[in-house]
């Protein structure tokens, strides 16, 4: 049986989803987390026999979601879930790992070296700090808050038309029904509950997908200026 602080083996299933080097970044990732990341808490140490699994596995069929050549940011990155997997195994994609507390940017930095990816910068610092300061094409989220908090975080930090591709569980649908008051405040485009990873992993990935407007807000202010 493997002890809980025994880090697996890669499965046969990540060399499919990891492909040529990206696999092998995978697997110092996996390492990174299961030493540095479990010492500094960024991961629990029951969590590191389902690193692949629950974790890179489950984060890197997000790919399946994200346009080509895009630019992402990731809110609340944490240990770099899912930014930096999807760094490593869509090098055509631009990350920003956004992330408020200094220990945890250290982290993140010291595996992008480590890594040596070129495509992602770490910032450290909130979403409402960077509002109208820069956009993106794309979103992402893995248990960070509630989707209604997340809407308020994300969309001022996307294109019109960009995407947030919110990680959620069972109660994706829970979040999606309570969050309707602010999906009309922002004048989204489209909202879907979207499923990701699928006959790849188990159980494959749930997705909220939201696609950014302009909020009403917004169009009063230019309507103004006409």
Do not use: Y
């Not at 629950?54 to 944490?78: F, K, Q, Y």
């Not at 004048?187 to 990701?196: D, F, I, M, P, S």
């Not at 790849?200 to 997705?207: F, K, S």
Request: aromatic share 4%; glycine share 8%; with cysteine.
């Amino acid at each position: 049986m493997t002890e809980s602080n025994e880090l697996p083996e890669a499965p046969p299933v990540a060399r499919e989803i990891f492909t040529g080097e990206a696999l092998e970044r995978a697997r110092v990732f996996a390492e990174l987390l299961a030493g540095p990341g479990v010492v500094r808490g960024l991961l629990g140490p029951r969590e590191v026999p389902r690193i692949w699994d629950r974790h890179l596995l489950n984060c890197a069929v997000v790919e399946e979601a994200v346009p080509p050549d895009s630019t992402l940011i990731d809110i609340g990155s944490g240990a770099g879930l899912p930014g930096l997997v999807l760094a490593i195994v869509r090098p055509d994609v631009t990350v920003t790992l956004l992330e408020p507390l200094l220990r945890r940017t250290v982290f993140l930095s010291e595996c992008v070296e480590a890594l040596k990816l070129d495509n992602v910068e770490v910032l450290r610092g909130r979403a409402e700090e960077l509002a109208g300061k820069r956009v993106f094409d794309v979103a992402t989220a893995r248990a960070v808050a509630p989707l209604d908090r997340l809407l308020s975080w994300s969309m001022p930090l996307l294109h019109e038309g960009g995407e947030l591709l919110a990680m959620k569980g069972e109660r994706a649908q829970e979040e999606l029904d309570a969050a309707r008051p602010r999906l009309d405040s922002f004048g989204v485009r489209h909202v879907e509950l979207a499923t990701v990873g699928r006959g790849r992993v188990e159980p494959p990935a749930t997705l909220v997908r939201v696609v950014a407007g302009r909020s009403p807000r917004t169009e009063t202010r230019r309507r103004r200026k006409r």
